[in-house]
């Protein structure tokens, strides 16, 4: 990736320390999710789309992967590349997603990404059932509450 001489941004800075870590060793996880998260994040500052990039932040997160089936962080960011980029996650992506949800169903962001994918598959019920934890956690209340009503209004539109 050509970043320029004069691009000195945190971003930059950021690549090029993964990229020293990646060197060092290919399959490191956390290195290949990193560098996917930024690669994604350069493209989605881009004023156009780059394909070939998305791909390349793709085989970091399959070789993250590989090297780690276990690792919700690459089911993870797997079906955010599709999400973030307007596509529709195919059934891999919705498989991983909710791997990772198991693998970590504290994690209140991977529970709510899960239930909206699940709501988007016309699983409404389970979606809804997902969030009531939320909804019934004395911290985060509010915030499932308004993710639960959300999803009880898709569920209502596709209803009528």
């Known amino acids: 990736i050509d970043r320029g001489v004069s691009e000195v941004t945190p971003l930059a800075r950021s690549e090029d320390a993964v990229d020293k870590g990646l060197a060092l060793d290919e399959r490191y996880v ?11 994040e350069r493209l989605a500052r881009a004023p156009k789309d780059d394909p070939e990039m998305l791909k390349q932040a793709r085989r970091h997160i ?36 909710e791997k990772a949800f198991y693998l970590i169903p504290e994690a ?6 899960y239930a909206y994918d699940l709501a988007r598959l016309g699983k409404h019920d389970e979606a809804i059932r997902i969030v009531e934890f939320l909804a019934n956690d004395p911290h985060q209340g509010e915030f499932g509450r308004s993710v639960l009503k959300q999803l009880q209004e898709m569920k209502a539109r596709v209803q009528k």
């Open 30 to 40: 956390r290195a290949n999710t990193l560098k996917a998260r930024l690669m994604i």
């Open 62 to 97: 399959i070789r993250a992967n590989r090297a780690d089936p276990e690792d919700p962080l690459p089911l993870i960011l797997w079906h955010e590349s599709h999400v973030r980029f307007g596509e529709t996650p195919d059934q891999n992506a919705h498989n991983g997603l």
């Open 108 to 113: 209140s962001d991977v529970r709510i990404r």
